[in-house]
């Protein structure tokens, strides 16, 4: 092959080649930084407190109720947490944060408030943590490491929920599980009748809009739990993405268990 041919291939080839091992790089360090810091996280909160140190005075979170001693020192950190959420035998082991001012800023921040892709698993901004709402949607990236709301997956699989079927979800403030009732795929940013905007649901107006919710996730979950909710029930909805479709969303409903 002429030299004059061979040496921009060459040099081509070598620049794709250098680019994408630096996304490669970018990629693998990102994930190691964001993995060290939510385990420094969670060593705070199941760090048992030392008998021979005083503990610190409570926060006073509402009128009637302190901050949990696990919770105070990530609180001080950032006020912007709401609550701890953790899934068995997945990655899911979390700060939940929320923003009402900037309703979207803990998609692309981190519990630091620095920018990653990763962002932090967040309550949308029209709910009510400690009220609560009748219904809490918390989102979560479907991180390619597993990290995140990626675990939520697991639950398409029938065996995997028939094994957890409860969810841990603490406020700052009470030590709470939820039972599963329904998982779900759907898809968003379409008027098309098969998009379900569950996130529209957050408070119900009347018994029968509570109903008609709990019967449309049951109605599209992949299998049947055998678990339903009334009126006066406490839900979440934990969201992620689902890549099977465009803009395709994992949703995995639960309700307070009492």
């Not at 030299?3 to 490669?24: M, R, W």
């Not at 697991?154 to 841990?168: A, G, Y």
């Not at 009334?230 to 409903?253: F, H, M, P, Q, W």
Request: proline share 4%; with cysteine.
């Amino acid at each position: 092959m002429n030299k004059k041919i061979l040496i921009p291939i060459l040099t081509a080839f070598i620049l794709v080649f250098a680019v994408s091992a630096g996304f490669i790089i970018k990629h693998y360090t990102e994930s190691a930084k964001q993995e060290a810091l939510y385990d420094s996280l969670a060593e705070i909160v199941e760090t048992e407190p030392d008998e021979n140190v005083e503990p610190a005075e409570p926060i006073q979170y509402t009128e009637t109720k302190t901050i949990l001693p696990e919770y105070t020192e990530l609180f001080t950190q950032n006020s912007d947490m709401v609550g701890w959420i953790t899934v068995e035998d997945t990655k899911i082991n979390y700060p939940v944060m929320q923003s009402k001012n900037e309703p979207n800023f803990y998609l692309k921040h981190g519990f630091d408030k620095a920018y990653t892709d990763y962002g932090c698993p967040y309550v949308q901004e029209n709910c009510d943590v400690q009220e609560p709402s009748d219904n809490l949607i918390i989102y979560g990236h479907h991180m390619n490491d597993g990290s995140m709301f990626a675990g939520l997956m697991k639950f398409t699989d029938k065996e995997f929920w028939e094994q957890h079927k409860r969810i841990s979800f603490n406020t700052l403030t009470d030590v709470q599980e939820y039972e599963v009732i329904a998982v779900f795929k759907t898809f968003v940013y379409s008027d098309s009748p098969d998009s379900f905007k569950y996130y529209h649901f957050v408070d119900a107006e009347n018994e029968d809009e509570f109903n008609a919710y709990v019967e449309k996730c049951r109605e599209l979950s992949l299998y049947d739990t055998g678990v339903s909710a009334e009126y006066g029930d406490k839900l979440i909805s934990l969201s992620t993405c689902e890549y099977s479709r465009a803009n395709g969303r994992l949703v995995v409903v639960a309700k307070l268990v009492k």
